[in-house]
């Protein structure tokens, strides 16, 4: 099997298991890190502190995967305070209901998290870890049977109280992290062109309805995507645009969206590369005919070609004119 074949099966792979790209810094992955092991130790010492020696026991463990959103997304659409909250509170009121009503029933842990699913859909409050905090109301043993409804307050809601605590507290001394999201403060960008903006022909109202067509929840909300859509102009006005110097060996994209988006590699070509009629090879590294190779005039390329770019080891960017 080729190298270029066995590259192409790697990253099909990747597609279908959902290995996504990661363009967070180094640094905001241990502050996320940390961030999750301050929070998840307010957790502990206030439901010790108010509970006693046995506080540590109930601790729900859907708030370590709270901990993730608060401190890894704190920005994304299930990391708002209403979606975490309201939640695992709904979660919690129906999995003691199902478990009251039908005790030790086998039926009782999948109704439980299927309800708080399709609850948290209508109530606009979808929060993965949630439906964990419905198991554990259902299949919790005795000790958490026997607190009832008390389940809600103590540990949930006190454990809710401590995450979100934390969560405020920590995020603020980042300002392009503060939580809840709506008091983040974004870096200053230059202005888009009007010329840029309007030649988009997308507006804010487009990408809600976009959105709203999908059909499907979408971690991100549409002040998130009308704000990736401005830097995304702006990275577009400012980055070098047509090439007219090819080299051999380097990385060009055709600059389309979607399935027509593909990056090619010149791999042969005349010495000077400057009569259009010269003809250079190609092979095609990413996107829509990935791996295939051919060749075309140089005149060709460049009306196909769109700007140089280049593999960061997570993903094709743009190479910044000089």
């Known amino acids: 099997m080729s190298d270029s074949h066995q590259k192409k099966e790697h990253n099909r792979l990747l597609t279908l298991l959902g290995v996504g790209e990661n363009t967070t810094g180094h640094s905001e992955k241990l502050i996320s890190g940390l961030g999750a092991l301050l929070g998840m130790l307010g957790v502990y010492w206030i439901s010790s502190w108010y509970l006693g020696a046995n506080g ?4 729900v463990a859907s708030m370590g995967a709270s901990a993730v959103l608060l401190f890894a997304v704190p920005h994304g659409a299930l990391s708002q305070p209403w979606p975490l909250v309201g939640g695992h509170l709904l979660s919690a009121f129906i999995g003691v209901s199902c478990q009251q009503l039908l005790p030790d029933h086998p039926l009782a842990p999948a109704l439980a998290v299927g309800l708080s ?4 859909h209508y109530l606009r409050c979808i929060n993965p870890p949630a439906g964990a905090t419905a198991l554990a109301a259902v299949i919790g043993g005795d000790a958490v049977h026997a607190l009832g409804y008390a389940f809600l307050l103590t540990p ?41 903006r309007h030649s988009s ?48 060996g380097t990385y060009y994209s055709n600059g389309q969206l979607g399935t027509q988006w593909a990056v090619r590699q010149i791999i042969d070509g005349p010495d000077s590369m400057e009569s259009e009629r010269d003809r250079l090879v190609f092979k095609t590294v990413a996107g829509a005919g990935s791996y295939a190779t051919g060749a075309c005039t140089l005149r060709e390329f460049r009306e196909w070609a769109r700007f140089p770019v280049e593999y960061t080891g997570e993903r094709w960017v743009r190479v910044r004119a000089e």
């Open 156 to 196: 949930v809601l006190l454990n809710l109280t401590a995450l979100l605590t934390v969560a405020v507290l920590f995020n603020s001394l980042f300002y392009w992290r503060r939580y809840p999201a709506a008091l983040a403060r974004r870096p200053s960008h230059p202005t888009v062109s009007p010329m840029h």
């Open 201 to 248: 022909m997308l507006t804010h109202e487009d990408l809600a309805a976009a959105m709203e067509q999908i059909n499907s929840y979408v971690d991100v909300t549409s002040e998130e995507l009308a704000e990736l859509f401005d830097l995304a102009l702006e990275h577009a006005a400012q980055a070098q645009q047509s090439p007219q110097q090819l080299v051999v």
């Open 56 to 59: 540590s026991t109930l601790i």
């Open 117 to 120: 699913v399709a609850t948290m």
